[in-house]
């Protein structure tokens, strides 16, 4: 198993740090990363619309947000060549990007799935129990709702409390793990254990990082997924950093 660390706080802000100079010294695959990613809130969002479910709008934003550490693996593999001096170029980045279905972190995309479908599922058992089998014809209507019945403010409050239990799950399992099976060379398996194990052994820099992230992400999401273009590099960069301070690799296993 890999050596993992215990951090600090200090060690938290430093990795922004990192991942700040990380973004100004590529803001273009950053940019690009995070614009691709924002358009696809969004159209998980207008298709909610479409589809006459807009009630679904903001637990399927929110469950679309989950997948953000597989999206930042093109972020996670500009900051090991910064680190390593090698070249940037677009054919390298979607290169490893493309070559991750082949290798252990594609089986991290069914974890991250699997995770996003039991995020659905209690949503949609949760309006049942709460506010019984039926439809909204919009979303003001499924707000109005939520925010002025007792059913509907058990809801919020059963939901965002099952949701954040889920979300922290997610977190645990992939802060570390995606960073790691991009540089080295374990089964997935051991890289989500080496990921709990670094947020157990510093519960609160990780626990506070996992809050960080998810009131930038719910910010960044408001004005119509538009933050997220500059703030998921951001994260993405520093999360990697995050990962190098937690986690001891050998040379050997090095990619």
């Known amino acids: 198993m890999p050596q993992v660390n215990t951090i600090s706080v200090n060690d938290v802000i430093d990795a922004l740090a990192a991942g700040l100079a990380d973004f100004r010294r590529a803001p273009v695959y950053g940019l690009c990363i995070?614009?691709?990613?924002?358009?696809?809130?969004?159209?998980?969002?207008?298709?909610?619309?479409?589809?006459?479910?807009?009630?679904?709008?903001?637990?399927?934003?929110?469950?679309?947000?989950?997948?953000?550490?597989?999206?930042?693996?093109?972020?996670?593999?500009?900051?090991?060549?910064?680190?390593?001096?090698?070249?940037?170029?677009?054919?390298?980045?979607?290169?490893?990007?493309?070559?991750?279905?082949?290798?252990?972190?594609?089986?991290?995309?069914?974890?991250?799935?699997?995770?996003?479908?039991?995020?659905?599922?209690?949503?949609?058992?949760?309006?049942?129990?709460?506010?019984?089998?039926?439809?909204?014809?919009?979303?003001?209507?499924?707000?109005?709702?939520?925010?002025?019945?007792?059913?509907?403010?058990?809801?919020?409050?059963?939901?965002?409390?099952?949701?954040?239990?889920?979300?922290?799950?997610?977190?645990?399992?992939?802060?570390?793990?995606?960073?790691l099976l991009l540089e080295e060379d374990r089964d997935f398996i051991t890289a989500m254990i080496t990921s709990v194990r670094a947020v157990v052994k510093s519960p609160v820099p990780m626990i506070g990082w996992a809050f960080t992230v998810t009131a930038v992400l719910i910010v960044s999401m408001i004005p119509a997924f538009i933050g997220l273009v500059v703030t998921l590099p951001i994260l993405g960069h520093t999360t990697w950093h995050l990962y190098r301070k937690c986690v001891v690799i050998p040379q050997e296993h090095r990619r």
Not at 55 to 82: K, M, T
Not at 144 to 169: C, D, K, R, W, Y
């Open 34 to 179: 995070g614009a691709v990613f924002a358009l696809g809130g969004l159209f998980v969002v207008l298709s909610a619309a479409a589809l006459n479910m807009s009630y679904l709008s903001y637990p399927a934003a929110a469950g679309f947000v989950l997948i953000g550490p597989f999206a930042a693996v093109g972020l996670y593999e500009v900051s090991r060549r910064l680190n390593t001096g090698e070249a940037l170029s677009w054919s390298k980045i979607f290169g490893t990007m493309w070559a991750q279905k082949s290798r252990e972190l594609s089986w991290m995309a069914f974890v991250v799935l699997f995770i996003q479908i039991m995020w659905m599922y209690q949503v949609r058992l949760l309006l049942a129990l709460f506010l019984g089998f039926r439809s909204f014809a919009s979303f003001q209507e499924f707000l109005n709702e939520v925010i002025s019945t007792p059913e509907g403010l058990m809801f919020l409050a059963v939901g965002h409390v099952v949701g954040a239990v889920l979300s922290l799950i997610l977190f645990s399992l992939t802060v570390i793990s995606f960073p």
